[in-house]
């Protein structure tokens, strides 16, 4: 990269030829000047600072000083706001949800497409569907990767695995929907189909609903982990209970998607996912307060923020007395606020031990609304004790790197698409501030 130290070291605002080295004639030129960079690296803000994108890619981001521009390139100036990356959120589930209703019918081009649509509006610029795929997904992630996207970018784990008849089986619309296997030949060819179809990662999930549903054998899990490996696939599972979580990142687990929420952390899992590289891939803490937000009036449900993306019939039906009185019923309601304080206490408790954690929030399920749940889950792991710097990194540079993908995404430095979010307002005095939305670059297009 010898053109970027020519750049970085250009300081006359009379000479481009370090500028001309990186841009060359017919590439497609956009500065952003004069924000405060918060990169997410973990390092301090650099008010002040310019990004030069070159076909998407970020070719230079230090001083505006640093760097001469020639005047006929497209500048936007950003003076008194501030660039962050784009939300990369590890635990997503796309196309399946139209309004409150789940049906794999619902998995359509124009659903995909407008779900992705919403995500990229609030800055949610890469998501990971998490085991609820339907074979459309390749067509969109792999057309996406051929060029550079203009909406937000599609991991996939395509189809998860449980056991016969096991959890989540019995939700509504996810009958069929993940691989049910009871044998570890059944584990093995369905690992070749996810190899083939080049997913993300694998996912599993362990969990029997308190007690409600089945819930699939460690020691199937083991041979999903290990089969998985022999094709170089990450794996995640959806877990709930300590117990299960010690067991599988015994067995090579690569990352939990959800917080430990039966038990506090301890320091048997604390080691076990140290020794063996397991990260806390998502917290999910959105996920859990879904379960009872609903059962009273929420001034959420009249925040501008939410309101934007959700359509007047769904809103009025989560405002109705008759959808509250349903949720009050439901016997989660009771329990998952101390599940929910658990899960923030563990969070807070690995991050002080320094186990690696990324970021992610269960959303697209009913009730679980795409990007505005992006946001709150910043806020309620602020509540948690993590700092901005924490919260920011974790969506971006943790994010990446758990997803093997930091060559590209995560962090904006030079040689990473230029996928970022402009925001009028400062995230490291309040991470509620990522919601001052000015405008969303992926891979350098203006959403």
């Known amino acids: 990269m010898a053109g970027l130290a020519m750049l970085q070291s ?5 000479d481009y030829t370090a500028f001309q080295a990186l841009a060359p004639q017919g590439a497609e030129v956009k500065v952003l000047d004069n924000a405060t960079l918060i990169d997410g690296s973990g390092s301090g803000p650099a008010p002040n600072s310019r990004l030069v994108v070159v076909d998407g890619r970020i070719r230079y981001a230090g001083p505006a000083s640093g760097m001469a ?25 796309l196309g399946n949800v139209v309004g409150l209703v789940q049906d794999p019918k619902n998995f359509t081009a124009e659903n995909l497409t407008a779900q ?3 995500y990229a509006s609030y800055g949610v610029t890469s998501v990971v569907s998490m085991g609820s795929d339907q074979p459309l997904i390749f067509q969109f992630r792999d057309q996406q990767r051929a060029g550079r996207p203009r909406t937000t970018r599609i991991f996939t784990a ?28 059944e584990v093995e060819a369905a690992v070749k189909e996810l190899a083939e179809h080049k997913v993300d990662l694998v996912k599993i999930w362990v969990d029997d609903h308190l007690g409600k549903e089945k ?12 089969e998985a490996h022999k094709h170089g696939l990450k794996v995640a599972a959806h877990v709930f209970y300590l117990d299960d979580a010690k067991q599988l990142v015994d067995a090579g687990l690569d990352g939990l998607v959800h917080s430990v929420r039966d038990k ?35 001034g959420m449900l009249n925040d501008p923020f939410f309101t934007r993306s959700i359509s007047a019939e ?26 929910l304080k658990t899960a923030q206490q563990n969070l807070r408790r690995l991050a ?14 009913p009730t679980r609304f795409p990007g505005y749940f992006e946001h709150w889950e910043m806020e309620l792991m602020a509540d948690a004790g993590l700092t901005p710097r924490q919260i920011i990194s974790s969506f971006s540079k943790n994010a990446a790197e758990f997803l093997g993908v930091s060559k590209d995404l995560g962090t904006l430095e030079p040689g990473h698409w230029a996928d970022l979010i402009v925001l009028e307002k400062d995230p490291m005095a309040d991470i509620r501030n990522c919601r001052s939305i000015a405008s969303v670059y992926i891979a350098g297009n203006k959403i």
């Not at 803490?285 to 937000?293: G, K, L, Q, V």
């Not at 007395?321 to 009050?328: I, L, P, S, Y």
Request: glycine content about 8%; aromatic content about 10%.
């Open 352 to 365: 002080e031990a320094d186990v690696k954690y990324a970021f992610g929030t269960d959303s697209g399920p």
């Open 116 to 118: 992705l649509s919403t």
């Open 69 to 93: 521009v020639p005047p006929n390139v497209e500048k936007t100036d950003l003076s008194g706001k501030f660039i962050i990356p784009g939300i990369i959120n590890i635990h997503g589930h």
């Open 158 to 185: 395509f189809r998860g695995f449980t056991g016969k008849d096991g959890y989540p089986t019995k939700a509504p619309g996810m009958a069929g929907v993940p691989f049910e296997v009871s044998r570890p030949e």
């Open 10 to 14: 250009c300081s006359s605002e009379a």
């Open 264 to 298: 506090p952390v301890d320091a048997e899992l604390i080691n076990l996912m140290k020794n063996r590289g397991a990260w806390q891939a998502a917290a999910t803490f959105t996920r859990e307060a879904s379960t009872f937000i609903y059962a009273k009036p929420s």
């Open 314 to 339: 769904t809103l009025a039906t989560l405002k109705s007395e008759d959808f509250q009185k349903k949720a009050a019923a439901n016997p989660d309601t009771q329990v998952f606020p101390e599940f």
């Open 215 to 226: 819930k699939i054998p460690i020691e199937l899990c083991k041979v999903i982990i290990s």
